[in-house]
């Protein structure tokens, strides 16, 4: 009989699977082993076990009472692993020998795993989670970047500070990707200048086993050993080399382990060598033509673009094409020109570069943007790609982005829902009834519930305030104002994006006197807690950071407005659950769709935010505020000014009197009202398994063999 698994190895096994990662329960577990570690290994199941062998542990459960919850944890995973009656089960059968293969640059499950940078890389980690909880089949296929993005610090001047860390891989939950040969993977691309080669790492994200190339490994150069290090980092060189290897390398990774995908996701463009690379295979296996191969591969293959300008679009030379796609043309039995066109909006015109979404778009039979608008954005800027067409037939549609709300849900607010909403409301997330009765509700225990989180947020910005100033060797006068930095009574507004400029971080710093008034104000003050990180090589972006970072260090801001460095998905997460209002004010239409004011909404907390994005589609007149009147001006500075106005007004004439108007309880009941219609009239809508599910019957069934729909091209 086999050896009675012990609390370690179930702890272990739980750890290295990121399902704990949307448990509370059992990240609660890994909290009470040791909360001052578990804070200082960063959330890292693994790191956390390592400082409690078995019979220290043994010790530590008997003391804290764990024994039951951890064989009841990894009971559950067991069962969640196994379930065999899953929506995917009835509604995905198609992929269940052939699964979706879902390709992404980044992938943000957790701030333990720090192989993201943004928006992009959060929405392909709760696709993935999403996928799992509804059990579709699919792998995910992405790049191990030992070295993630940047860690962010300021320096006394407020200027945006960078810093690298090698990631351990023994330190996080990797295990190597077995072959079909049950050896380590290992892959290799070719050059003009020679091959590059990558081992794989896989990650288990619930029932979804995610793929991470990583080409360090000794058969390579030095400088291809560091090629993956970094996420957005070097030069077009690298960034063609780290594209290849995630589309080109990615395929050849899955087939390595004899995956055979049904469906080809590209989730943006960076992946859409992969592409090629399957038409490749289908020539060679098949005997197709490349014209054959190339209708066969996308008809299988479903792409999703996220930028709404032209210049956010990955763009080659011809030189770096040939140098990385040569030898894989010569296979295609392909010219270098007509290599070229699959690049080029106009394939004749010499002068244009290769673009990798125009690729991904002419090897995908589906596409789609990421919002309604963004959809109507999207098939006006690629209408020139189908001139043949009219705009409204641009075949290009949308599906909008949503959040997992397990990731994203605070524990305290799930408990009020367990109350009120029916047994199963997490497992039918996306149907509207469900969360009807959030109307019965208690007002007060709402409204608790909801400082409670907001407390807590404060408390640890508080915390991280304290540590900045020390790291800049502030005066202690200056310490202590940290420790009393904000109010939990005041109205707090959070801000927390990348500071790209188009998302405009200091559109509420216009005026600094009506500011300093709000800020000031006796009887209905403000706060706003700012965070975010720019890209390396982002000027203006690091300029608007330190323009907030010197406000928050003059008076009367200080204390008020605060700016919180290194944003990750920790520091995301205390923000949405416990701030008053989300603030979001982009430059219409750049915001494909956003997601972190979707995070929010299940939490209670209210969206103020430009009519763009996903916003445009969701504001009703009640469930939040609206920025401006959804209209664009062609002149930048009249939108800019136009839109500043405009949010002065709605904070002066509704969200700040709304908050502060109480009942004889101190309850804001008319605030309340919004924070229960907010959760009725979104939380079923913008959330993931909802886009999961649209994308399943929309793209991958059809993709896979199944239906056709409205979004087939022909
Ligand atoms: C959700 C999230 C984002 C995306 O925010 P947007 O509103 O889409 O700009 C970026 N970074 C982190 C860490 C997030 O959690």
Request: proline fraction near 5%.
């Given at each position: 009989m086999?050896?009675?698994k012990?609390?370690?190895?179930k702890?272990?096994?739980?750890g290295?699977n990121?399902?704990?990662s949307w448990?509370?329960?059992?990240?609660?577990?890994f909290?009470?082993?040791?909360?001052?570690l578990?804070?200082?290994v960063?959330?890292?199941?693994?790191?956390?076990?390592?400082?409690?062998?078995?019979?220290?542990?043994?010790?530590?459960?008997t003391d804290?009472?764990?024994h039951?919850?951890?064989?009841?944890?990894?009971?559950?995973w067991?069962e969640?692993?196994?379930?065999?009656?899953?929506w995917?089960?009835?509604?995905?059968?198609?992929?269940g020998?052939?699964?979706?293969?879902?390709?992404s640059?980044?992938?943000g499950?957790?701030?333990s795993?720090?192989i993201?940078?943004?928006?992009?890389?959060?929405?392909?980690?709760?696709?993935?989670k999403?996928?799992?909880?509804?059990?579709?089949?699919?792998?995910?296929?992405?790049?191990f970047?030992?070295?993630?993005?940047?860690?962010q610090?300021?320096?006394?001047?407020?200027?945006?500070?960078?810093?690298y860390?090698?990631?351990?891989?023994?330190?996080?939950?990797?295990?190597?990707?077995l072959?079909?040969?049950?050896?380590?993977?290992?892959?290799?691309?070719?050059t003009r200048?020679?091959?590059?080669?990558?081992?794989?790492?896989k990650?288990?994200?619930?029932?979804?086993?995610?793929?991470?190339?990583d080409?360090?490994?000794?058969?390579?150069?030095?400088?291809?050993?560091?090629?993956?290090s970094?996420?957005?980092?070097?030069?077009?060189?690298?960034?063609i080399?780290?594209?290849?290897?995630?589309?080109i390398?990615?395929v050849?990774?899955l087939?390595?382990?004899?995956?055979q995908?049904?469906?080809?996701?590209m989730n943006?463009?960076?992946?859409?060598?992969?592409g090629l690379?399957v038409?490749?295979e289908?020539?060679?296996?098949?005997d197709?033509?490349?014209?054959?191969?190339l209708?066969e591969t996308?008809?299988?293959s479903?792409f999703t673009?996220h930028?709404?300008?032209?210049a956010?679009?990955d763009?080659?030379?011809?030189?770096?094409i040939e140098e990385?796609?040569?030898?894989l043309r010569?296979?295609?039995?392909?010219?270098?020109?007509?290599?070229m066109?699959?690049?080029?909006?106009?394939?004749?015109?010499?002068?244009?570069?290769?673009c990798?979404t125009?690729?991904?778009?002419?090897?995908c039979?589906?596409?789609?943007?990421?919002?309604?608008?963004?959809?109507?954005?999207?098939?006006?800027?690629?209408?020139?790609?189908w001139?043949?067409?009219?705009?409204e037939?641009?075949?290009?549609g949308h599906?909008?982005n949503?959040?997992?709300?397990?990731?994203?849900?605070?524990?305290?607010?799930?408990?009020?829902y367990?109350?009120?909403?029916?047994?199963d409301?997490y497992?039918?997330?996306?149907?509207?009834?469900?969360?009807?009765?959030?109307?019965?509700?208690?007002?007060?225990?709402?409204?608790e519930?909801?400082?409670?989180l907001?407390?807590r947020?404060?408390t640890?910005?508080?915390?991280?305030?304290?540590?900045q100033?020390?790291r800049?060797?502030l005066?202690?006068a200056?310490?202590?104002?940290?420790?009393t930095?904000?109010d939990?009574?005041?109205?707090?507004?959070g801000?927390a994006?990348?500071f790209?400029p188009?998302?405009?971080?200091?559109?509420?710093?216009?005026d600094?006197?009506?500011l300093?008034?709000?800020?000031?104000?006796?009887?209905?003050?403000?706060q706003?807690?700012f965070?975010?990180?720019?890209?390396?090589a982002?000027?203006?972006g690091k300029?608007?950071?330190?323009?907030i970072?010197?406000?928050?260090?003059?008076?009367p801001f200080r204390?008020?407005?605060v700016?919180?460095?290194d944003y990750d998905?920790?520091?995301?997460?205390h923000?949405?659950?416990?701030v008053?209002?989300?603030?979001?004010?982009?430059?219409?239409?750049?915001e494909?769709?956003?997601?972190?004011?979707q995070?929010?909404v299940?939490?209670?907390?209210?969206?103020?935010?430009?009519?763009?994005?996903?916003?445009?589609?969701?504001y009703?007149?009640?469930?939040g505020?609206?920025?401006?009147?959804?209209?664009?001006?062609?002149?930048?500075?009249i939108?800019?000014?136009?839109d500043?106005?405009?949010?002065?007004?709605?904070?002066?004439?509704?969200v700040?009197?709304l908050?502060?108007?109480?009942?004889?309880?101190d309850?804001?009941q008319?605030?309340?009202k919004r924070m229960?219609r907010?959760v009725?009239?979104?939380?079923?809508?913008?959330n993931?398994d909802r886009?999961v599910?649209?994308?399943?019957?929309?793209s991958?069934?059809p993709?896979?063999?199944?239906?056709s729909?409205?979004?087939?091209?022909?």
């Amino acid at each position: 009989m086999a050896r009675q698994k012990t609390l370690h190895d179930k702890l272990r096994e739980l750890g290295g699977n990121l399902w704990w990662s949307w448990q509370p329960e059992v990240t609660q577990i890994f909290r009470d082993i040791d909360p001052t570690l578990w804070t200082d290994v960063g959330h890292n199941p693994v790191l956390l076990l390592e400082s409690y062998p078995p019979d220290a542990l043994e010790g530590r459960a008997t003391d804290a009472v764990l024994h039951t919850r951890i064989n009841w944890a990894y009971r559950r995973w067991q069962e969640y692993m196994q379930a065999t009656d899953t929506w995917g089960a009835t509604h995905a059968g198609v992929l269940g020998q052939r699964p979706t293969a879902y390709f992404s640059a980044e992938f943000g499950l957790h701030e333990s795993l720090p192989i993201y940078s943004g928006g992009l890389g959060v929405l392909a980690g709760d696709h993935l989670k999403s996928a799992s909880d509804l059990g579709i089949p699919m792998v995910g296929v992405g790049l191990f970047y030992s070295q993630g993005y940047f860690n962010q610090y300021l320096d006394e001047n407020g200027w945006q500070q960078e810093t690298y860390t090698d990631q351990k891989i023994a330190k996080l939950p990797l295990e190597a990707a077995l072959g079909v040969d049950r050896k380590p993977v290992l892959i290799a691309v070719d050059t003009r200048g020679g091959k590059i080669h990558a081992r794989v790492w896989k990650v288990n994200v619930g029932r979804i086993p995610l793929y991470l190339l990583d080409t360090d490994v000794p058969e390579n150069r030095d400088e291809d050993r560091h090629l993956t290090s970094r996420l957005y980092g070097g030069d077009e060189r690298t960034r063609i080399r780290q594209e290849i290897m995630l589309g080109i390398g990615g395929v050849r990774a899955l087939k390595a382990m004899g995956i055979q995908p049904g469906v080809i996701h590209m989730n943006e463009g960076h992946s859409a060598f992969a592409g090629l690379e399957v038409i490749r295979e289908r020539m060679k296996e098949d005997d197709l033509s490349f014209d054959e191969a190339l209708r066969e591969t996308a008809a299988m293959s479903s792409f999703t673009t996220h930028t709404p300008v032209p210049a956010g679009h990955d763009r080659f030379n011809s030189d770096l094409i040939e140098e990385h796609v040569g030898p894989l043309r010569d296979e295609l039995g392909l010219k270098p020109d007509s290599l070229m066109s699959l690049g080029r909006v106009e394939p004749p015109n010499q002068n244009e570069t290769f673009c990798m979404t125009v690729l991904a778009f002419k090897l995908c039979r589906r596409a789609n943007a990421v919002s309604s608008l963004h959809g109507v954005v999207s098939r006006r800027m690629w209408a020139n790609l189908w001139p043949w067409r009219s705009e409204e037939e641009i075949p290009i549609g949308h599906i909008t982005n949503g959040i997992h709300v397990a990731s994203w849900l605070a524990a305290q607010m799930r408990m009020l829902y367990d109350r009120v909403l029916p047994l199963d409301w997490y497992l039918r997330t996306g149907q509207p009834e469900v969360w009807a009765p959030v109307e019965h509700l208690s007002p007060g225990e709402l409204w608790e519930t909801h400082q409670t989180l907001k407390s807590r947020l404060i408390t640890y910005a508080r915390n991280r305030l304290l540590k900045q100033a020390r790291r800049r060797n502030l005066p202690d006068a200056a310490l202590a104002q940290m420790s009393t930095a904000l109010d939990p009574r005041v109205l707090t507004i959070g801000f927390a994006r990348r500071f790209a400029p188009y998302k405009r971080a200091d559109l509420i710093l216009r005026d600094l006197d009506v500011l300093a008034g709000w800020v000031t104000s006796a009887d209905r003050p403000m706060q706003i807690i700012f965070a975010g990180k720019s890209h390396p090589a982002d000027e203006p972006g690091k300029q608007i950071l330190q323009r907030i970072y010197r406000i928050s260090q003059e008076e009367p801001f200080r204390g008020r407005i605060v700016f919180l460095e290194d944003y990750d998905i920790n520091l995301a997460r205390h923000l949405v659950q416990g701030v008053d209002v989300w603030l979001n004010n982009p430059r219409r239409p750049l915001e494909a769709s956003g997601t972190s004011g979707q995070k929010v909404v299940l939490n209670g907390v209210l969206n103020c935010s430009i009519l763009d994005g996903w916003w445009a589609e969701a504001y009703d007149g009640s469930n939040g505020f609206a920025i401006g009147n959804g209209r664009t001006h062609v002149r930048q500075e009249i939108q800019d000014d136009r839109d500043a106005k405009s949010l002065a007004h709605i904070l002066n004439t509704e969200v700040i009197p709304l908050f502060y108007e109480r009942d004889q309880d101190d309850l804001p009941q008319g605030w309340i009202k919004r924070m229960k219609r907010a959760v009725r009239t979104l939380g079923w809508r913008f959330n993931a398994d909802r886009m999961v599910m649209d994308y399943v019957r929309e793209s991958y069934v059809p993709a896979a063999g199944g239906l056709s729909c409205s979004m087939d091209q022909v």
